[in-house]
């Protein structure tokens, strides 16, 4: 089970950050994920870490401006967002696959299980 928090409303420009909650497994063996669905449009990966911590992926629109990392100790993975700007307008989902120690944690189907969701709102 995830449980996501930490949205809410934000200037341009301004910062925000996102906590997702694990249970119900050994949260430090799987990658983790965040993704966010826009009004409208399709759900698009954002960023993810692997379950060792060490290596991180971004998409190309938030590079420099987010930065995901976790906490296996308190089985919690973050999404720092920076200088958001109103085009991160969404819903934005935590996510983690199926499998421990999966060497595709980069790859989005590998992402079955999702939290609830938490809605970030940049205006302009």
């Known amino acids: 089970q995830l449980q996501a928090s930490g949205g809410g409303l934000v200037q341009a420009g301004g910062s925000l950050g996102l906590s997702c909650v694990g249970s119900?497994?050994?949260?430090?063996?799987?990658?983790m994920g965040w993704f966010r669905q826009a009004p409208g449009k399709e759900r698009e990966f954002v960023a993810a870490?692997?379950?060792?911590?060490?290596?991180?992926y971004y998409t190309d629109s938030v590079k420099g401006r987010f930065t995901i990392s976790r906490d296996n100790a308190k089985s919690t993975v973050y999404l720092q967002m920076n200088s958001l700007k109103p085009e991160d307008t969404a819903v934005y989902y935590c996510a983690t696959p199926a499998r421990p120690y999966d060497n595709r944690w980069k790859v989005n189907s590998e992402y079955v299980y999702w939290g609830q969701g938490t809605l970030v709102t940049v205006s302009s």
């Open positions: 870490i692997s379950w060792s911590v060490s290596d991180t």
């Open positions: 119900g497994r050994t949260f430090s063996r799987y990658g």
